[in-house]
């Protein structure tokens, strides 16, 4: 075989691994069980309309992180794009993160910050000063019960099928609560859409003269020649594919929630004015619809056309896509195991979402595959 390093996927940790170490001059081949580079960043223009459509579920790119904006800026400009959510509950529509305006439009009330935490800190006072052990009393201290129950539980009971109690805390810790009327989604201090696209971006990343792509090759099939059986041992391996399926599932199955997307394309120009509605209450059986015209509005799309997707969640079976891990307790032991296993596979580099079982973001996949070449492959 003619490459100093395997790569398993091409989402954005092993593309990043790639394109450093091909600069580096090491020969990269990777492998990619689709038929298409770039993991769930993967987007496609809709063909009758153009209009580009995030395969995988709406990618909004944003980060604090120097390193990583100076980075993904060799490959792609950015649009000022803002990330703004709205969430519907009972017939009306609010501003999602929870912040002074959707406090004031819940209970009908003109507070300022002061009298709006307060109030607030009184709705979670059931908890006292215990540290919030899990999703449920996490969102009781970030913001009482009334509002925890109007906009969290019930998505989150939709999004995850788990018991909020179940979940960690940390989930939802990343949900900012605002006593401002700043609806930003995002806090970071750099956001922003590719201008070209993601997927423009990241065949930019693979396009280098010692990146070899092979799609539609599944490393645990033995019939193609970078199988697992044929290169583990022979090169260093990054491998960024559910942990649990690398081992066989010897300590059993992790678990995931998956996404289907129910995809239309409609004879309007505008159907909701706005990117992502999320629906809060759990009689509406989808968690949110995307339309993705509204994250380009700098493109000359078709003014009578859009693209709405309708996105359901559920757990993941092994024949599906695994895109969230749900991470209860007994995950985490597992996972615990499967740690130990990837001791014994020194060559064998574990990373990304699906390789670490991590919630992560396109940002922290990027800075966490910067960091595995300075520390494990280049040092
Ligand atoms: P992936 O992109 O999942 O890439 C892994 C690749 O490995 C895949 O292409 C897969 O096909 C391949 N692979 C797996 N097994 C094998 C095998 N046996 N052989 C060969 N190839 C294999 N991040 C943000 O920053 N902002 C967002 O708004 C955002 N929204 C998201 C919405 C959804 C619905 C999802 C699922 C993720 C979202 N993310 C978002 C996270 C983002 O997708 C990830 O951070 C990023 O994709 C991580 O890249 P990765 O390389 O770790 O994994
Ligand atoms: N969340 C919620 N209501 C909302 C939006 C988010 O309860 O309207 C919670 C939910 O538990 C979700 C978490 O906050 O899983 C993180 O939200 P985010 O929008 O980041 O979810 P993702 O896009 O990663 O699925």
Redesign the pocket.
Known sequence: MNADVVV????????TVAERLASAGRRVLM????DH?????YSEAEPTTGIEVHR???????TSNERVWEYVNRFTAFTDYRHRVYTTHRGEVYPMPINLGTINQFFRSSHGPEAARALLAEQAAELGDRTPANLDEQGVRLIGRPLYEAFIRGYTAKQWQTDPRELPASIISRLPVRYTYDNRYFNDRYEGLPVDGYTAWLERMADHPNIEVRLS????DDAQPVSKAAVVGQVPVVY???VD?YFDFAEGELSWRT?DFEQEVLDVGDFQGTSVMNYADEDTPFTRILEFRHFHPERDYPRDRTVVVREFSRFAQRTDEP??PVNTPEDRERLLRYRELMTAEPDVHF?????TYQY??????IGSALSMVDNQLTA
């Open positions: 398993v996927g091409t989402g954005f940790f092993g593309l492998v990619e069980r689709r580079l770039g993991g769930n960043a995988y579920g709406a990618h909004l790119f944003h090759t599944d490393f645990f960024t594919g559910p399926r996404l895109y969230y990373g990304g979402r699906l390789g992560l973001d396109m940002h922290m996949a």
